[in-house]
């Protein structure tokens, strides 16, 4: 199994600002995804993290907005950039091993933009 | 349509209880299946992987119709321990094998 670790587990930010999330896995893990979790709802890919290459992004999901980096295979951040309201979500990394069905999810970012 | 549908619930059913879950996936190509457990404010977490030929860890019992494109979820003997969002998942493709998550089925155990 993988131990996923985000930090800030939660963040009120100012409109308008950015966030970096960061992800760290205490394995090697060969895929890395990023998830966010609007209240009562289930969870959405936002992208693949390549390493050392530009993330893969879902529909509805852009570099500018979203952009991702993951310079090695255990490590993956995630920046919100120029908050709105509408970004208030639960942010989840998570990992697992090409070819097996489970992913491990890190606990979680909750990000409020007011 | 969703990629993935669910019942949300909430199913609210006595200890002891026998409840089914179902799902829907529309993408016919889709190759891995999975339930995944949500606790209140937790990450999900894998519960068990679903085959064609249906499999049982325990209480649970997971079964997958190819064909009407459906995954199911049995729980015999309900625990309070089981009250959770529990949620449909697939794979889409092979190659990334990033996984689309149903929204989602509520169950309270209650005593």
């Known amino acids: 199994s993988a131990v996923i670790s985000q930090k800030p587990s939660r963040d009120i930010c100012q409109r308008g600002t950015s966030l970096t999330i960061q992800c760290q896995v205490d394995?090697?893990?060969?895929?890395m995804f990023w998830y966010r979790q609007q209240p009562g709802q289930s969870l959405t890919l936002i992208a693949t993290?390549?390493?050392?290459?530009?993330?893969?992004?879902e529909s509805g999901f852009v570099i500018d907005k979203f952009p991702i980096s993951r310079p090695n295979l255990t490590f993956s951040t995630l920046t919100v950039s120029n908050m709105s309201p509408e970004d208030s979500s639960i942010y989840l990394c998570?990992?697992?091993?090409?070819?097996?069905?489970?992913?491990?999810f890190g606990e979680g970012s909750r990000l409020t933009v007011l | 349509r969703k990629e993935v549908e669910q019942d949300p619930g909430p199913f609210n059913v006595p200890e002891g209880a026998t409840v089914a879950f179902n799902c829907t996936y529309s993408?016919?190509?889709?190759?891995?299946f999975f339930w995944y457990r949500q606790d209140c404010r937790k990450e999900p977490k894998l519960l068990m992987s679903?085959?064609?030929s249906g499999n049982e860890d325990g209480r649970f019992t997971a079964q997958l119709n190819r064909a009407s494109q459906y995954i199911s979820l049995l729980i015999r003997d309900s625990k309070l321990s089981d009250s959770a969002t529990y949620l449909c998942?697939?794979?889409?493709?092979?190659?990334?094998?990033?996984?689309?998550f149903g929204s989602g089925t509520r169950l309270q155990v209650q005593p």
């Open positions: 998570s990992g697992g091993v090409a070819n097996t069905g489970e992913l491990f």
């Open positions: 394995s090697q893990v060969t895929m």
């Open positions: 993290a390549n390493q050392g290459s530009e993330a893969t992004y």
């Open positions: 993408n016919s190509a889709s190759q891995s």
């Open positions: 679903v085959y064609s």
């Open positions: 998942v697939v794979t889409r493709d092979t190659g990334r094998r990033a996984l689309t």
